[in-house]
C-alpha cells in the first residue's frame, strides 16, 4: 500500500513507463491507455489533476498491489474504509530532452500478455518525462553537482546524466569544432548588452581562428524577441546556453554566430542570470 499519489505507469502506445504529468498533456490531444506497472495488478488508470496530478484506478488496484491506496477507519462510520491523504509527490524531472517517444496508434486493448511482457522490459527503467530545453535547464540549476551525477537525460539517441549532458565552456577547448552541441548542452559566461534595435549577446569565452580568437556573439532583434526575459539580463552576469545549432564563422569574419531557433522548443539558446559552474 502507498502513502503517496501514484505518478508513473505504463503506457501502451509508448512502449515505456511515462509519468501523470506527461500523461495528463498527451491526454489533451490523444487519449493513452495507461496501466499499473506492477506485475500482480496492471489495472488500467488514468491521469488526472486536482491540486497536483496523478494517475487513480477506477476499478481498484489489485489487494496487495503496492499502489493501493492505504485507508483508515472512518469515524462518523466505524469498519467503513476512509482513504488517507497522500502526500504530495515531487514535481518530475525531465529525464527526455525533446518532445518525446512517438505514439504508435494500437487498434485494441492490450492482453495479460502484453502488459507483463511490458512492465517486466522496463522495470528498473525512469518513467519517461520530457522537457523543453528551458524545462531542462530549470531542472539543472536546482540539482546539486552530485544529483546532477546520478539523474537521467537522454539528449538524441544518448543516454546521458544532467552531469554528462552539460558542458562547461571554463572546461572546453579553444577550437569551437570541438564542441558538440547537436549531442550535448553547452553553457558559459556571457553579456548581455542592449542596442538600439537589437540585443548583443557575447561569450566570455574566446575561440581561435587563424592567428587570433574569437568570441561567440548573438545579435537578437528586439521586433521578434525569441527570449521574452532577455531585457532582464543587460548588464548582468549571466550564463548562456545553447543546443541542437552549430556556430559559424560570421559573414564580418569578427565572431562566431549561429541561427537564434525560435521554431522549436527543444533548440536553440536561453540565458539564466548569473555565472553558472559545474
Not at 41 to 55: D, E, G, I, S
Not at 203 to 211: C, D, E, V, Y
Request: aromatic share 8%; glycine share 4%.
Amino acid at each position: 500500500m502507498r502513502d503517496e499519489l501514484m505518478t508513473e505507469a505504463l503506457c501502451w502506445q509508448f512502449e515505456t513507463k511515462i509519468t501523470a504529468e506527461y500523461a495528463y498533456a498527451t491526454n489533451t490531444t490523444f487519449e493513452l491507455a495507461c496501466y499499473c506497472p506492477h506485475e500482480t495488478c496492471l489495472v488500467r488508470v488514468h491521469a488526472k489533476k486536482r491540486v497536483n496530478t496523478y494517475f487513480y484506478a477506477p476499478d481498484k488496484h489489485v489487494a496487495g498491489c503496492p499502489n493501493e491506496a492505504r485507508t483508515t477507519e472512518s469515524a462518523l462510520h466505524p469498519g467503513a474504509p476512509k482513504p488517507r491523504t497522500a502526500d504530495e509527490p515531487a514535481k518530475p524531472m525531465p529525464n527526455l530532452l525533446g518532445p518525446g517517444p512517438t505514439i504508435k496508434q494500437k487498434s485494441v486493448a492490450p492482453t495479460t500478455a502484453e502488459l507483463l511482457q511490458l512492465a517486466a522490459r522496463v522495470r528498473t527503467l525512469p518513467a519517461r518525462h520530457p522537457g523543453t530545453l528551458e524545462e531542462v535547464i530549470d531542472a539543472w540549476t536546482s540539482m546539486t553537482p552530485s544529483e546532477r551525477a546520478l539523474q537521467p537525460l537522454t539528449v538524441g539517441d544518448f543516454d546521458l546524466t544532467y552531469e554528462t549532458a552539460f558542458t562547461f565552456l571554463g572546461n572546453a577547448a579553444d577550437d569551437i569544432d570541438s564542441l558538440n552541441p547537436l549531442e550535448r548542452i553547452i553553457y558559459g559566461a556571457a553579456a548581455v548588452v542592449e542596442k538600439e534595435h537589437c540585443f548583443l549577446i557575447q561569450s566570455r569565452k574566446t575561440f581561435l581562428h587563424g592567428t587570433g580568437k574569437l568570441p561567440l556573439r548573438l545579435v537578437p532583434k528586439k521586433r521578434n524577441l525569441v527570449l521574452n526575459y532577455l531585457p532582464t539580463l543587460i548588464n548582468q552576469k549571466a550564463t548562456l546556453f545553447w543546443h541542437g545549432v552549430v556556430p559559424e564563422l560570421a559573414d564580418e569574419r569578427n565572431a562566431f554566430r549561429f541561427e537564434i531557433e525560435s521554431s522549436s522548443p527543444y533548440a536553440g539558446m536561453a540565458l539564466r542570470l548569473g555565472e553558472l559552474l559545474p
